[in-house]
């Protein structure tokens, strides 16, 4: 089982950037699949970027390619979300999620651990 804890949410003008990190605890997270998904006030919660065990393939919804980037330091079991040119529209609360899931990109409902989430609000 591995814990997950996000933080580097906050609130930035359009066109700024935001960098969130996942600190995973308990089993190593090199064990698994990495994703972020975000959710904002009455949608559900939609699959942003992922990452494979080794770090070498990403995947990314297309609202975000060319924008955001994902990476991960298996060294100090973090992942990261560089988030660039922010817009209104990415305003949500971002949750970091792990997957054993041998499938790739993995779907939503692979993901078996969920952190809390962290806040990004990005001001017109």
């Known amino acids: 089982q591995v814990q997950l804890v996000e933080s580097g949410g906050g609130l930035v003008q359009a066109g700024g950037s935001l960098r969130l990190s996942c600190a995973a605890s308990?089993?190593?997270?090199?064990?698994?699949?990495m994703g972020w998904f975000r959710q904002a006030p009455g949608k559900e919660r939609e699959f942003v970027a992922s990452?494979?065990?080794?770090?070498?393939?990403?995947y990314y919804t297309d609202s975000v390619k060319g924008r955001f980037t994902i990476s991960r330091d298996n060294a100090k079991n973090t992942v990261y979300l560089q988030m660039n040119s922010l817009r209104p529209e990415d305003t949500a609360v971002y949750y970091c999620?792990?997957?054993?899931?041998?499938?790739?990109?993995?779907?939503?409902?692979?993901?078996?651990?969920w952190g809390q989430g962290t806040q990004v609000t990005v001001s017109s």
């Open positions: 999620a792990a997957t054993v899931s041998r499938t790739w990109p993995p779907p939503k409902y692979h993901y078996d651990y």
């Open positions: 308990g089993r190593t997270s090199s064990n698994y699949v």
């Open positions: 990452i494979d065990r080794g770090g070498s393939s990403t």
